[in-house]
């Protein structure tokens, strides 16, 4: 069947099947875990979003739900033993509720291995699919109702099936939104271009007026989500770039803050650095991922750049902006990486003064090109990690400190954690501020003090 064919008749006939689960199934309290990045949240809200439709109730509790969906993340292999864990746990429960649905999905679902494991290991799951087909959820609830011992269909690539999706998102003033799917790099580390498929661009004009709804509904601020965001137009059958696309964006009305998540560093253009002068929505903010300071490394994981390109992309940004916050993923203990290496490493983030940053030690994933070269001993990794973050979070904390007196905007999200007469929100630069509010602050944008700050979070008293 054709792409357009198969998306045609799988949306005609999710109707009747959610119609069904409405009309006969009694028990719907469900749960939907997710493990990993963004993307897998943001799944995860087009689950619930479904599974509303069908009638079901959203519950915080295993104990309290008919139906459990465990939506998966391979990045790292603890990731994986994380979730067959999670796994035993519910094939006790449910031994005991033998009418407990479970499904499993998200990118391990997306690999053979991992999957033919599930099905081997946990014959109690009774529904599997993947990252490129959440639509099919009501139809393989429909067969497992009805007697098939183990609904599952897996799309190896995104084809265009999550177009019309709704999405139940966490907060209404701030949403994720998926400009495309999949990712073409093969960086030698890494699972997702094998659980994702090929990188695919949603067309700009869905994504403008899924942004305008999400608007009008209260949305203030929205996250662009893809693997690779700035190259972003390239599977377009018409020329149009990532900057193109936050222009157009950026003359929303109403909406107030533009973030993306992930972009790499070898497609950073010109153009995409103005934006950051000249598009007043666009945060002041940039995630882009070195993951090693090495030239010889960052060769060996097939990055594309060398140390020289990521510090000059850097410079030239924080020459165009220089208040911009910069954050950043690095990855410890590459196969092959020498003391030397990871000194470039620790030299690259006194330059670039991370003032956030996501520090993971390498974890091997099997049948990706560096599963097969020569490994750094677990000692030596974990000994380098700690040494990164020596590095880094001091630097964080100086960015941090030199922000007491200033005034910034925050966007309120939540009650703090630790007080209750305190709220918590992120500013521009993406870091976390608490100060004293109630609710009639969450949702909206804030003028805050800063009066305090450590490494990860700032302090702050409300102005106005
Ligand atoms: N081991 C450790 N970290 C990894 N990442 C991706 N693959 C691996 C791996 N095999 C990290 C990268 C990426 C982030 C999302 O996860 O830093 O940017
Ligand atoms: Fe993985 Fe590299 Fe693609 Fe990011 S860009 S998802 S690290 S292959």
């Given amino acids: 069947m054709e792409n357009s064919d198969l998306i045609k008749d799988l949306k005609d006939n999710v109707n009747e099947y959610m119609a069904f689960i409405k009309e ?16 897998n949240e943001h799944d995860s809200e087009k689950i619930i979003w479904l599974l509303e439709k069908m009638g079901y109730t959203m519950v915080d509790e ?21 979730v067959y864990g999670q796994l035993g746990n519910l094939k006790n429960i449910k031994n005991k509720r033998k009418d407990l649905k479970i499904a499993v999905c998200g990118c391990m679902m997306q690999r053979e291995e991992s999957r033919n494991y599930v099905i081997e290991k946990f014959p109690n799951v009774d529904i599997i699919f993947g990252t490129n087909n959440i639509w099919k959820l009501p139809e393989l609830l429909y067969s497992s109702y009805n007697g098939k011992k183990l609904a599952i269909d897996i799309e190896e ?58 608007v009008s509904h209260g949305t203030k601020e929205v996250t662009l989500l893809g693997q690779n965001v700035n190259s972003y137009g390239k599977t377009l059958d018409f020329d149009y770039s990532f900057a193109n696309l936050l222009e157009d964006i950026n003359e929303i009305e109403g909406l107030e803050r533009i973030r993306f998540m992930t972009s ?23 995630h882009l991922p070195v993951q ?4 010889d490394v960052l060769k060996k994981m097939n990055r594309k750049y060398s140390k020289e390109d990521y510090l000059n ?88 400190k030199a922000l007491i007196g200033q005034n910034v905007t925050v966007l309120v999200e939540d009650f703090s954690k630790k007080r209750d007469d305190y709220v918590t929100g992120r500013t521009e630069g993406f870091k976390l501020v608490n100060f004293k509010g109630d609710e009639s602050d969450i949702g909206k944008i804030v003028d805050v003090k800063i009066t305090d700050a450590n490494s990860f979070s700032l302090e702050g008293e409300k102005l106005g």
């Fill in 313 to 400: 992309t850097i410079e030239k940004i924080k020459s165009i902006n220089p208040d911009i916050a910069l954050s950043t993923d690095i990855m410890v203990g590459f196969p092959g990486e020498t003391e030397e290496d990871f000194e470039d490493t620790l030299d690259l983030c006194r330059k670039v003064e991370y003032d956030t940053s996501f520090t993971f030690i390498y974890s091997v994933r099997e049948n990706t090109p560096a599963a097969k070269m020569e490994q750094v001993p677990d000692k030596v990794k974990h000994e380098r990690f700690e040494r990164l973050l020596d590095v880094l979070y001091p630097i964080q904390e100086k960015k941090n």
């Fill in 292 to 295: 090693a300071g090495s030239t």
């Fill in 157 to 214: 690539n995104p084809i265009g099936l999550d177009e019309g999706l709704g999405a139940t998102r966490a907060y209404g003033f701030k949403s994720y939104v998926n400009i495309m799917y999949g990712c073409n790099n093969f960086c030698t580390y890494c699972i997702v271009p094998y659980t994702r498929g090929r990188e695919t661009s949603r067309n700009p004009k869905d994504i403008i007026k899924e942004i305008e709804d999400l």
């Fill in 264 to 286: 790499h560093p070898k497609d950073i253009s010109d153009e995409l650095i103005m934006a950051f002068k000249n598009l007043d929505k666009l945060c002041n903010f940039l």
């Fill in 24 to 39: 006969n199934i009694d028990k719907k309290n469900a749960l939907v875990i997710t493990h990993g990045c963004q993307m």
């Fill in 62 to 82: 295993i104990d309290n739900a008919d139906f459990i969906v465990v939506n998966t993340c391979s990045v790292r292999h603890s990731a994986e033993d994380k």
